[in-house]
Nanobody
Framework: QVQLVESGGGLVQPGGSLRLSCAAS????????MSWYRRAPGKERELVAR????????NYAEFTMGRFTISRDNGKNTVYLQMNSLKPEDTAVYYC?????????WGQGIQVTVSS
């Protein structure tokens, strides 16, 4: 059974930082491209960042503007999203995704709220 479990979300003030983690089980983690998506209230889900298998290339949505960093630890089957300089518009449910060809798995999502 595949499980992706996100952690690290919560409430943070504007300008603050959070680090999201996504622990995977039931898959050969290093084979999978890992991504973070988010869905803000009233908006569609959008890609935040992706890191390909074996920790190679990364790509980011333009709105991250150097504020976010995705990384992975294949030994711990975990992908991270370091988020700095958070803005109120970053408020959303953040989802972890594992993708390999036609196989795609999602976490349950975790709330991030940026507010003073």
């Amino acid at each position: 059974q595949v499980q992706l479990v996100e952690s690290g979300g919560g409430l943070v003030q504007p300008g603050g930082s959070l680090r999201l983690s996504c622990a995977a089980s039931g898959i050969t983690f290093s084979w999978y491209d890992m991504s973070w998506y988010r869905r803000a209230p009233g908006k569609e889900r959008e890609l935040v960042a992706r890191i390909i298998s074996y920790g190679g290339s990364t790509n980011y949505a333009e709105f991250t503007m150097g504020r976010f960093t995705i990384s992975r630890d294949n030994g711990k089957n975990t992908v991270y999203l370091q988020m700095n300089s958070l803005k109120p518009e970053d408020t959303a449910v953040y989802y972890c995704n594992a993708n390999l060809k036609s196989a795609s798995y999602w976490g349950q999502g975790i709330q991030v709220t940026v507010s003073s």
